[in-house]
């Protein structure tokens, strides 16, 4: 044991070690702009004050977390922080380096055709666009994390298929995902965008899961916001893989056990019907419309929790349904090729990485897409399938929101005309 915790400790001193060189690298590349714009004696103790800082902060936090209960509160500062300072400064290096390059060219030029070989000083006015394209990100992230982080917006699909029952023609449903309640810190902005969402009048209101960060007791403060929520026809929800406690050391595994019933509670108190690889139908005039939700269900090293055959066990052969299944890589591995076909499938789980460009008909895209295909919005498949991707109704670690703004999602059935 002691040998184990040796190790572990071990590695967290370098992973902080080399996070902490890694920052210093670019921070010193990054001075060469600042300092050649900036030529006040001032420029060096301001700059490597903030840097000092950062670092103090950075080891404090660390040291903070590593009982292994990871406060979100504190990652979300140290997240901040990071972001704030080192994706500017990875920006300004970009002209910088290309300007490097361009001066050792000059000079290994000058050195092999015998000319004097000093090399080219650095030109002011690269630097200067080094900072201008720097404070770009900069601005855009500290519009993220100041406002952006609620800058709830509603996005609305309308949805054809062949299939839909005629009594279901004009059914609206109102999807929010990854509500990760501890992360929160203003209620006022959270109420308005709960309100948000009633005020879509939708038929039936859908939580794709996360409800929390790591345990049950973050969302206690927020049961009485919650619960405000108002479809026609209910409020149905499901877990995510946050949800389990998977990333938090319990002291016991029945205390993991009780915080996941504690959060199965919440669910009820909040007036959600949580679905655990079950379903439901809406009866209308003698027809129906299913749902099903799955427990989660993802790829290593994320849990396979959902039972995608449980849940869809007494839906009929022919039935229109609609699944909720927290992790979009789920729609590939196991829904597409179900021998039920499963009309619309809702997820979330990416939360467009929470940053991301989008302009409607033009672009859209976020880092995130590397790791996930489906990522955000709709991808319909040429059998009539489709798959919708929420993009998060919160957000979880880095405290804001940069182009990839929390979402409500307004869809609408239609039946397509033969």
């Not at 006040?40 to 404090?60: M, N």
């Not at 300004?92 to 092999?112: K, M, S, V």
């Not at 709960?194 to 007791?217: C, K, P, R, S, W």
């Amino acid at each position: 044991m002691a040998l184990i915790l040796s190790i572990h400790s071990d590695i967290m001193i370098f992973r902080i070690l080399f996070t902490l060189g890694f920052v210093l690298a670019i921070d010193l590349y990054a001075y060469q702009a600042f300092k050649t714009v900036f030529r006040s004696t001032a420029t060096p103790w301001i700059y490597w004050g903030i840097t000092v800082a950062y670092i103090v902060l950075s080891v404090s936090i660390s040291l903070l977390m590593s009982s292994g209960k990871v406060d979100y509160k504190y990652l979300g500062i140290l997240m901040g922080a990071s972001i704030l300072l080192a994706v500017p400064k990875l920006v300004a290096i970009i002209p910088l380096l290309i300007e490097d390059i361009t001066r050792l060219g000059q000079f290994l030029f000058r050195a092999a055709t015998t000319q004097p070989t000093t090399l080219p000083g650095r030109r002011t006015f690269v630097s200067q666009i080094a900072l201008g394209l720097a404070a770009i990100p900069f601005i855009g992230i500290i519009d993220g994390i100041w406002k952006g982080r609620y800058r709830y917006r509603v996005i609305s699909h309308t949805l054809e298929f062949e299939d839909l029952p005629d009594e279901f023609d004009g059914f609206t449903i109102a999807q929010i995902s990854d509500i990760h309640s501890g992360s929160f810190d203003n209620q006022e902005k959270v109420e308005y965008g709960v309100q948000m969402v009633n005020e879509l009048g939708a038929d039936a209101i859908m939580f794709t899961g996360d409800m929390v960060n790591n345990i049950a007791t973050e969302a206690e403060p927020w049961i009485d916001t919650f619960k405000k929520l108002s479809g026609k026809n209910g409020v149905f929800s499901i877990l995510g893989n946050h949800d389990y406690g998977d990333y938090w050391r319990f002291p016991s595994a029945q205390a993991k056990v009780d915080n996941l019933n504690r959060l199965k509670e919440i669910h009820a108190e909040m007036g959600m019907d949580l679905l655990l690889n079950e379903s439901r139908f809406f009866e209308r005039n003698g027809q129906r419309l299913y749902l099903a939700g799955v427990e989660n269900w993802g790829l290593p090293p994320f849990p396979q929790y959902g039972d995608l055959q449980e849940a869809l066990n007494g839906i009929p052969e022919d039935a229109f349904t609609v699944l909720l299944s927290h992790d979009p890589s789920h729609f590939d591995a196991e829904v597409k090729q179900h021998s039920k076909k499963v009309h619309l499938t809702l997820s979330g789980h990416t939360h467009g990485m929470q940053f991301g460009i989008e302009i409607p008909g033009w672009i859209k895209w976020s880092p995130v897409k590397f790791k996930y295909p489906k990522w955000a919005g709709l991808y319909p498949e040429p059998d009539g399938q489709v798959l919708h991707v929420n993009r998060g109704f919160g957000f979880l670690a880095f405290p804001g929101r940069v182009g990839m703004w929390p979402e409500i999602t307004h869809i609408t059935l239609r039946k397509k005309l033969a």
